[in-house]
């Protein structure tokens, strides 16, 4: 079938009898081991790496940020190999430049030197949003999956925007700020809400809705480019992907790919619905947006929005409802046994936020986390 001459229906068809790629960039804080404070190290951490890692590590947005990014992945031991191998590169990266690798969303304490990196688009981002872009710094988990077709992509987006309330309730893991328990679970989540184009994605009909949206809003002024499209899931600007931006770094390699496991499964699982024309789910905006604060808010401790039911359910329920909604994709992919495995241990073991709080006070958290991030 050549995908150029079919529908997005036909085309949703063949890629759902394919396994999707996938591909995970991790974002970390390096953080001073007797303070807390964020670590402005980035560079000198990154020059360390060898250099086929270095190729693979970008400094983000602030100096105390590195950003890890794993080759595209067949299978999922393959990913867990390429994200626990950059962890630990990472890690002893930046212990040569005298700090820690965390992974972990949020500026825990505080960060004194709040320089960008020095470049022109970062410097015009500070310029425009001013304390928006400079407290605190922010890291997350981006999941790419392979969607070869731009108007397949759009579709797939339309149909994932109902589950990703849930994703951000599974990998919340940023508990403090400022020094203390901000009493939220994804601290980073209700920080990313001050910026214009973070948020759930529009509901969109085709690629070129797609681009007349972003091209309303670039021309808006609201954002200084079509690269600032970052809603919590979006066709990605660089790749034949879906990028699904939601989740808070996660605390392990394994917590990683448990999430990346489901997102792909799922991906696979709407290609069906679209191939077989089932509609997506189109939540009233007002309860998306509710469903994304109250998971950034609860993590998986309390009750998470069902938003096909429109009703409040325990969280479990919901992790149970998607298990058994991607099991037949799990099958497919190979992944049953390797997913079903991690969600046990993410019941016994908790979110991030779950296991900070455990951890007891901040410091005990900061290194509890730290050891976590290079964990096998």
């Not at 970390?28 to 404070?37: G, I, K």
């Not at 794993?70 to 867990?80: E, F, H, K, M, S």
Request: with cysteine.
């Amino acid at each position: 079938m050549s995908l150029t001459a079919s529908s997005p229906a036909e085309i949703a068809g063949v890629l759902a009898g394919q396994t999707p790629t996938v591909g995970v960039e991790e974002e970390f804080l390096l953080l001073d081991e007797r303070t807390w404070h964020n670590a402005p190290v980035a560079d000198a951490a990154r020059d360390a790496l060898a250099p086929a890692v270095r190729e693979q590590t970008r400094v983000e947005f602030r100096r105390s940020m590195m950003e890890m990014v794993t080759p595209v992945c067949g299978t999922l031991p393959q990913l867990r190999e390429h994200l626990t191998a950059n962890r630990a590169a990472a890690a002893a990266a930046a212990r040569t430049a005298g700090a820690r690798l965390v992974a972990v969303a949020a500026t825990p304490v505080a960060e004194p030197d709040r320089t960008v990196e020095d470049t022109p688009r970062f410097h015009a981002i500070s310029r425009h949003y001013g304390p928006i872009a400079h407290d605190p710094a922010l890291c997350g988990c981006h999941i790419h999956v392979g969607v070869a077709d731009p108007e397949v992509a759009v579709q797939v987006c339309n149909h994932l925007r109902p589950w990703l309330p849930l994703i951000q309730a599974m990998t919340a893991n940023s508990v403090f700020h400022a020094g203390a328990d901000t009493h939220h679970a994804s601290w980073r989540s209700i920080q990313l809400e001050r910026w214009p184009s973070l948020a759930p994605a529009p509901y969109l009909t085709s690629v070129a809705h797609y681009e007349r949206t972003v091209a309303e809003l670039v021309g808006s002024g609201v954002m200084l480019d079509d690269s600032m499209v970052l809603w919590w899931v979006r066709p990605s600007k660089r790749y034949p992907t879906v990028e699904i931006r939601v989740a808070d770094v996660c605390p392990t390699a394994a917590d990683a790919v448990l999430v990346a496991g489901l997102v792909r499964a799922l991906v696979t699982t709407v290609l069906d619905d679209i191939a077989a024309g089932r509609p997506a789910v189109r939540p009233p905006e007002h309860l998306l947006r509710a469903a994304h604060w109250n998971a950034a808010h609860q993590g998986l401790a309390g009750t998470l929005m069902d938003l096909r039911g429109r009703r409040a359910v325990p969280a479990w329920d919901m992790v149970d409802l998607l298990a058994d909604t991607v099991a037949p994709a799990l099958h497919r992919h190979g992944d049953h046994a390797l997913v079903t495995a991690e969600l046990a241990r993410l019941r016994t073991e908790g979110t991030g936020a779950d296991r900070q709080r455990r951890a007891g006070d901040l410091p005990a958290a900061m290194r509890s986390l730290a050891d976590l991030t290079v964990r096998a």
